[in-house]
Every structure is written in C-alpha cells, then in structure tokens.
C-alpha cells in the first residue's frame, strides 16, 4: 500500500491536514497512480505520487527538480482545467465542476477545489472511477475551505522545499 509523504516539520495544522487527507485519499482508493493540487495559477500545492517515491527511495531519496509524474500531472491539470473553463465560457456552462479522461493506459480526473485551485488524480486502467470521483468530491469538501491564499502561499514554499 502506499504512503503519503511525510511533511510535518515547519508547518501549520491545516497544511499538515491536508497533506494527511491527501495521504489518505492515495492510501484508501485503489488505482490511484498520482495525486496534485495545482493552484489556479498553476503552480504544485500537493502532491502524493506513490510510484516517484518508490522510484526516489532506490537512489537515494534526491530529485533533481521538477521533473517527474507529480510535477507533470500539475502543469497537465492547471492546462486541462484552463481549456475546460474556456471551453465552458464560449459555451455559457457555468463553472466546471470535474473534468474525466479516459485513456487506454489510465484514467485523469479534474475537480475544482477553491478559487480556481485544482485537484488532479492520474489512475490506472482498470480504477474504479465512480470510487475515484466520490473519494475527490470527499476531498474537495474537506479541503476546500481551508485553502486560503496564506495556506496556499506556506503550501507551495514547502513544495519548492521539497523539490
């Protein structure tokens, strides 16, 4: 089963709560390969990739930047969800909501969070996607109030950190 990273040191509660809700979300939904909280200028809030992970931990734990699944997820998400929100405008829809790609190789879920921020999940081929779709809006409703532009600022420093 994967593990969530584990960012504790530094930061507030409620960034530590989202980290463990993200942890959470990859350790409870089976099928789930990448999970990214882009903010609405695109930039990576979140992120729990198991695969990387597993994938750092064999050579020594370094990243060479932001390369890699989470960080290509991220600028995917905030692309999908700029088109989807144009595409929406043109065609007087209202607000995008979610946002599902089926692909041969997997599957990739988009749902607004809050003030345009973007939860973006990269699932295997054969994932549930009604289960992928109901554990997001989960997310969505436990986090979404809680990402205020200074959790977003402390957010995206701790990422920069990381990477």
């Known amino acids: 089963m994967a593990q ?8 507030s509660t409620q960034a530590r709560n989202l980290h463990w809700l993200l942890g959470n979300l990859v350790d409870e939904v089976p099928g789930i390969r990448s999970v990214a909280v882009v903010s609405s200028d695109g930039l990576l809030l979140l992120s729990s990739d198991p695969d990387r992970r ?8 370094e990243d ?11 600028t995917i998400v905030s692309g999908l969800g700029s088109l989807t929100n144009g595409a929406a405008k043109l065609m007087d829809g209202g607000a995008v ?4 790609v089926a692909m041969d190789e997997g599957s990739l879920f988009v749902m607004s969070v809050s003030d345009g921020s ?3 999940v ?10 992928i779709a109901y554990h997001m809006a989960l997310f969505v409703g436990r986090a979404g109030h809680v990402l205020t532009p200074e959790l977003r600022t402390e957010l995206r420093k701790s990422m920069e950190n990381v990477q």
């Open 4 to 11: 969530a990273p584990t960012y504790g040191q530094g930061l």
């Open 54 to 61: 597993a994938e750092l931990a064999g050579h020594g734990g």
């Open 64 to 74: 060479d930047g932001p390369r890699g699944s989470s960080a290509d997820l991220a």
């Open 97 to 100: 909501k979610q946002t599902m």
């Open 118 to 120: 973007l939860l973006g």
């Open 122 to 131: 990269h699932a295997t081929p054969d994932c549930d996607m009604s289960v």
